[in-house]
T-cell receptor
């Protein structure tokens, strides 16, 4: 099973809402990642969890809050987002920090 | 200077052509090199992964890495219309800090 799943597929939220994105993998990978991708741009790294500990935060605004409840799950909590935060949010996992496998993404629209 | 440089194209080729995609990089700490294919509104799909200089072949795809020149390539033989997508090179160091190229948009015309 080389699948990374993400829910929801689409999300529309207002600037005052609180929502969460979820990511799950059952490949036994110990590194998990959040990326943000704007249209016609490459993915940009946001956060890296290694062995369930946050190891990289690429200076992401605090309105994005990651959480890794266990080795298979990764959440991204969203609060007070701005319209410019609208993008495709991608989750990925890796066995050891080398090759990364991506999920299908959550398409987020902030009104 | 960007850490990873990739010509965004677009690139248009006839069906059956050999496609050559390239990236250069500046960070000598990069150890892992990947090529991803991304269809519109989908997540990136891992095509090739290498960690050493040389060639790696998988079906119609060949990846080349030249660490001394900081240059990687992806070749697609006998290209098909279904290969039409955006191709992203990506690389990371031992610190999990993967960086992508801009992506090359490829169209294979029947």
């Amino acid at each position: 099973d080389t699948e990374v799943t993400q829910t929801p597929k689409h999300l529309v939220m207002g600037m005052t809402n609180k929502k969460s994105l979820k990511c799950e993998q059952h490949m036994g990978h110990r590194a998990m990642y959040w990326y943000k991708q704007k249209a016609k741009k490459p993915p940009e790294l946001m956060f890296v969890y290694s062995y369930e500990k946050l190891s990289i935060n690429e200076s992401v605004p605090s309105r994005f809050s990651p959480e890794c409840p266990n080795s298979s799950l990764l959440n991204l909590h969203l609060h007070a987002l701005q319209p410019e935060d609208s993008a495709l949010y991608l989750c990925a996992s890796s066995r050891d920090g080398s090759e990364q496998f991506f999920g299908p993404g959550t398409r987020l629209t902030v009104l | 200077q960007k850490e990873v440089e990739q010509d965004p194209g677009p690139l248009s080729v006839p069906e059956g052509a050999i496609v050559s995609l390239n990236c250069t990089y500046s960070n000598s700490a990069f150890q892992y090199f990947m090529w991803y294919r991304q269809y519109s509104r989908k997540g990136p799909e891992l095509l090739m992964y290498t960690y050493s200089s040389g060639n790696k072949e998988d079906g119609r795809f060949t990846a080349q890495v030249d660490k001394s020149s900081k240059y990687i390539s992806l070749f697609i033989r006998d290209s098909q219309p279904s290969d039409s997508a955006t191709y992203l090179c990506a690389m990371s160091s031992l610190h999990n800090d993967m960086r992508f190229g801009a992506g090359t948009r490829l169209t294979v015309k029947p």
